[in-house]
């Protein structure tokens, strides 16, 4: 729906008139054309919020677009952007071990890095599209990653903790999808359906397949053997 400026104007005017307002107070008259655009039913009952969503509020003064964006699932949001830098920050750990010259895993270097990279292109995704919803971007601190020691990884090691960190992260995106369901939020769903929930999926099963196919080539135990530079040179073509 397009408002002219002229409707805009007239309708601020009525309000402000009304209510005794300075038509310069932008804050108050929000508030009140927020109380004035209610939703009705068919016979006129008042049925929940106002179309003016109470939940852009708090980024009201830098807003003019947030509409019907639930500040808790904000919140949310920042929050998964913070999982995927984390996720690409421990990726690029893992790429950078396999890259050092006494354990030359180049295939799962080059595999570990890829992963960095869409994992942080995830977390700049959902930072475009809190800007595209008139939210703000939180940033938080990202966590040095501690899941592993750099003189007990090996190949089959890095795929499982790997793998235990695609299940997080989607378990993560999974409550933010129901959280965004309940709060009725139909555009944030559809967006992480199309971009995030599937992507993972597949993701889980491609890690999943790696973990089989190691313990076969290693018989379960380290990455010292002609198993592990088969399965890199796999790698390292794909």
Same mark, same amino acid.
């Given at each position: 729906?397009? @408002?002219?400026?002229?409707? =805009?104007?007239?309708?601020?005017? /009525?309000?402000? #008139?009304?209510?005794?307002?300075? %038509?310069?107070?932008?804050? /108050? %008259?929000?508030?009140? =054309?927020? #109380?004035?655009?209610?939703?009705?039913?068919?016979?006129?009952?008042?049925?929940?919020?106002?179309?003016?969503?109470?939940?852009?509020?708090?980024?009201? #003064?830098?807003?003019? !677009?947030?509409?019907?964006?639930?500040?808790? !699932?904000?919140?949310?949001?920042?929050?998964?952007?913070?999982?995927?830098?984390?996720?690409?920050?421990?990726?690029?750990?893992?790429?950078?071990?396999?890259?050092?010259?006494?354990?030359?895993?180049?295939?799962?270097?080059?595999?570990?890095?890829? /992963?960095?990279?869409?994992?942080?292109?995830?977390?700049?995704?959902?930072? *475009?599209?809190?800007?595209?919803?008139?939210?703000?971007?939180?940033?938080?601190?990202?966590?040095?990653?501690?899941?592993?020691?750099?003189?007990?990884?090996?190949?089959?090691? /890095?795929?499982?903790?790997?793998?235990?960190?695609?299940? =997080?992260?989607?378990?993560?995106?999974?409550?933010?999808?129901?959280?965004?369901?309940?709060?009725?939020?139909?555009?944030?769903? *559809? @967006?992480?359906?199309?971009?995030?929930?599937?992507?993972?999926?597949?993701? !889980?099963?491609?890690?999943?397949?790696?973990?089989?196919?190691?313990?076969?080539?290693?018989?379960?135990?380290?990455?010292?053997?002609?198993? !592990?530079?088969?399965? *890199?040179?796999? =790698?390292?073509?794909?």
């Amino acid at each position: 729906m397009k @408002f002219s400026v002229s409707l =805009l104007l007239t309708l601020i005017a /009525a309000v402000t #008139a009304n209510e005794g307002l300075e %038509v310069d107070d932008g804050e /108050a %008259v929000y508030v009140k =054309l927020k #109380a004035t655009f209610q939703r009705k039913d068919l016979s006129g009952n008042t049925v929940g919020g106002s179309l003016l969503s109470v939940a852009c509020e708090r980024d009201l #003064a830098s807003s003019k !677009i947030c509409q019907n964006f639930d500040t808790d !699932i904000v919140d949310l949001v920042n929050q998964q952007i913070n999982k995927e830098f984390e996720a690409s920050y421990y990726y690029m750990g893992l790429s950078s071990f396999f890259s050092r010259d006494d354990v030359a895993l180049n295939g799962f270097a080059k595999f570990f890095k890829k /992963a960095s990279d869409e994992e942080r292109e995830h977390g700049m995704k959902l930072m *475009d599209y809190l800007n595209r919803r008139g939210a703000q971007v939180r940033l938080h601190n990202i966590k040095h990653p501690t899941h592993f020691r750099n003189d007990n990884m090996d190949g089959l090691k /890095a795929v499982n903790e790997a793998l235990k960190l695609e299940k =997080l992260v989607n378990q993560y995106l999974l409550t933010l999808h129901k959280k965004a369901q309940d709060v009725n939020d139909p555009h944030l769903t *559809d @967006f992480l359906e199309s971009h995030y929930l599937e992507e993972q999926v597949e993701s !889980i099963k491609q890690l999943g397949d790696f973990s089989t196919k190691l313990r076969r080539l290693t018989s379960g135990t380290d990455s010292e053997g002609v198993g !592990i530079h088969m399965f *890199d040179k796999e =790698l390292e073509s794909m």
